[in-house]
């Protein structure tokens, strides 16, 4: 069965720039996840969906950043306007359920922003 | 407030020595779930256990075991032999049961080196 599946897995812009990136989460999962991952914070959560829905957004740093999933098997993390400081890692990952199912992460996107 | 501490930031090992990674977590869910992933050099994040606040059993997965003590709030993972490949990042995570903890919450991580 195919993972999660993000695009592009590297990314590499000048600051100002539109940033899109992009998700398939693993068919079936009905909860999906973007995370952050950079060297000062760690992984840390950016938003989550159920069924589509944002259920907390709680987590983007900034109105500079949006997520959509405008059906089940796609989602999209938005930066615009890039900055420096957004340089990271961002994954994805998807779930069956809650609490008691593992989330299964994608590759996810190397993102530097110059 | 939840909270995963992960104390040994970096471990380096010879192969074949057994070696634990520490894992501290605060919560005041009754009911909560604990998670260990491995992320090796290649960047991706793999999925390795998924244990319940209500089954302190230990578990055992080939050269990989774990322990789970409430009394102690730890969760901790052992490497028995360890070898080149098991070269990572381990993290250790958890989750609450209020929606607002349905994402899981991460420990630092541990960068394990095994050299030959």
């Known amino acids: 069965d195919a993972g999660v599946i993000q695009s592009p897995r590297h990314e590499v812009t000048e600051m100002g720039q539109e940033v899109t990136l992009r998700c398939k989460p693993i068919?079936?999962?009905?909860?999906l996840f973007w995370y952050r991952q950079t060297m000062m914070r760690g992984l840390e959560l950016l938003i989550y969906?159920?069924?589509?829905?944002?259920?907390?957004d709680s987590g983007m740093p900034e109105d500079r950043f949006s997520a959509k999933m405008p059906n089940a098997s796609f989602s999209t993390l938005k930066i615009q306007p890039s900055e420096p400081r957004d340089s990271a890692v961002y994954f994805c990952?998807?779930?069956?359920?809650?609490?008691?199912?593992?989330?299964?992460f994608g590759d996810g996107t190397r993102l530097s922003i110059l | 407030a939840q909270k995963v501490t992960q104390a040994q930031t970096e471990i380096s090992v010879v192969e074949k020595e057994d070696v634990t990674l520490d894992c501290v977590y605060e919560?005041?869910?009754?009911?909560?779930?604990l998670f260990w992933y491995k992320q090796p050099p290649s960047g991706e994040l793999v999925f390795l256990i998924r244990?319940?606040?209500?089954?302190?059993q230990n578990e055992i997965s080939g050269r990989y075991s774990w322990n789970f003590q409430k009394s102690t709030s730890s969760f901790n993972f052992t490497i028995t032999a360890s070898q080149v490949v098991d070269s990572a990042v381990y993290f250790c995570?958890?989750?609450?049961?209020?929606?607002?903890?349905?994402?899981?919450?991460f420990g630092k991580g541990t960068t394990l080196s095994v050299s030959s």
């Open positions: 919560t005041r869910d009754t009911t909560y779930y």
């Open positions: 068919s079936g999962h009905d909860y």
């Open positions: 995570a958890l989750s609450g049961t209020n929606q607002a903890g349905t994402a899981l919450i």
């Open positions: 969906f159920n069924n589509n829905v944002p259920i907390d």
């Open positions: 244990r319940n606040s209500f089954d302190e």
């Open positions: 990952a998807s779930s069956s359920g809650t609490h008691n199912q593992p989330q299964h």
